[in-house]
């Protein structure tokens, strides 16, 4: 009952009826529109998309992320301990059992509790990133491989682009092109960028990795872009740093180059270095 006042508080749904005594009844005609947003709520969607949605788009969104026929799957080993109270350390180390044994189902459910028990920006810099590292050092150590890896990345940027699906429908800001430089095959940071964009209304236009300096402009110029997105990863070469200032002399002075990504190098004036996704949160909401 809790959950439906606040529901009905933010979202205006469900409207219950009133007693004399003003106890709210809810009528019995509302139960299945409330078991279609449980179970998208199940599936990982937002409460602020699915609670005040119709009966209608509630259908057509459970028929476009429709489970695959089958049993239903085993429950991943997620903690049941109150998020805040569980440290950060036992998540990834589920993470990390679930892609060394490659179960994509289990590593599907256990991203959706992470994405669900966290605001989405904690989600990506509290458990994604530190994860995403995590995957890395376990490639460096020899503990994973680059099958791990390559399965670890497919999953998630998947993800990415699953979640971010509902807020590039209802974007209406200044167009942000993202993309990397040729040579630069790192995509997920760039990925977590253009989620974090597109939360705050942002439109995304991603362009993905190993793109050409001149078609990066061209891409501006078409859709007169104000702003460009690089991410650049620390193993990127010296040359990185003498190709985006080239790039940036070819843009208009106007357009705001956010360059993000552990390798990104400081060059100074003209560049906007952002070294964590916070960071991002915080320029978009000052309004770029
Ligand atoms: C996944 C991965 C790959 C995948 C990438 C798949 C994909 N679709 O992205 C593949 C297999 C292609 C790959 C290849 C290589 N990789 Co690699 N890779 C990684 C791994 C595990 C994750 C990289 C990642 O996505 N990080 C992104 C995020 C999480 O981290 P971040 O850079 O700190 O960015 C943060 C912010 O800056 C921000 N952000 C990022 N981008 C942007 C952009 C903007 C505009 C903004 C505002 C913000 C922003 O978001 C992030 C969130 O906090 C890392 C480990 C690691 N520590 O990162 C190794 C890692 C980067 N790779 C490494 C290496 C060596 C390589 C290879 C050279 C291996 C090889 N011998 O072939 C190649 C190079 C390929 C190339 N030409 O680019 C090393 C680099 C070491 C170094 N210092 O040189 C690392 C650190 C692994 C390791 N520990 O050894 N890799």
Redesign the pocket.
């Given at each position: 009952v809790e959950t439906l006042r606040t529901w009905e508080g933010r979202y205006g749904f469900p409207t219950p009826e009133r007693k004399r005594s003003g106890h709210r009844v809810y009528p019995l005609s509302v139960v299945p529109h409330l078991k279609l947003v449980g179970e998208a709520l199940r599936r990982g969607h937002r409460a602020g998309d699915v609670v005040g949605a119709s009966e209608a788009t509630l259908e057509a969104l459970l028929l476009a992320t429709a489970p695959p026929a089958g049993p239903p799957p085993p429950l991943p080993p997620v903690s049941t301990a109150a998020p805040t109270a569980t440290p950060a350390s036992v998540p990834i180390a589920n993470a990390i059992a679930l892609v060394r044994s490659y179960d994509a189902v289990g590593f599907g459910h256990e991203l959706n509790a992470q994405w669900i028990a966290r605001s989405p920006l904690a989600f990506?810099?509290d458990y994604?990133?530190p994860l995403?590292?995590a995957?890395?050092?376990g490639?460096?150590t020899g503990e994973l491989d680059?099958r791990h890896?390559?399965f670890?990345?497919?999953r998630i940027?998947d993800f990415l682009s699953a979640v971010r699906r509902p807020y590039d429908t209802r974007a209406q800001g200044p167009l942000a092109v993202?993309a990397?430089l040729e040579?630069?095959?790192?995509?997920?940071?760039?990925?977590?960028?253009a989620l974090?964009l597109a939360m705050s209304g942002y439109r995304v236009l991603y362009l993905g990795?190993?793109l050409p300096t001149a078609q990066i402009v061209q891409a501006m110029r078409e859709q007169a872009a104000p702003i460009l997105?690089?991410?650049?990863?620390?193993?990127?070469n010296r040359s990185t740093g003498a190709a985006l200032k080239k790039l940036r002399r070819r843009l208009p002075g106007t357009i705001a180059f956010?360059?993000?990504?552990?390798?990104?190098p400081e060059l100074g004036a003209g560049f906007?270095v952002?070294?964590?996704?916070v960071?991002?949160a915080h320029?978009t909401r000052a309004g770029a």
């Open positions: 990506l810099s994604l990133a995403t590292h995957i890395g050092e490639w460096a680059v890896e390559h670890f990345s497919a940027s993202l990397t040579g630069e095959a790192h995509t997920l940071g760039l990925q977590m960028c974090v990795s190993e997105g690089v991410s650049v990863a620390p193993s990127s956010l360059l993000g990504g552990a390798g990104a906007l952002m070294r964590d996704l960071q991002l320029w």
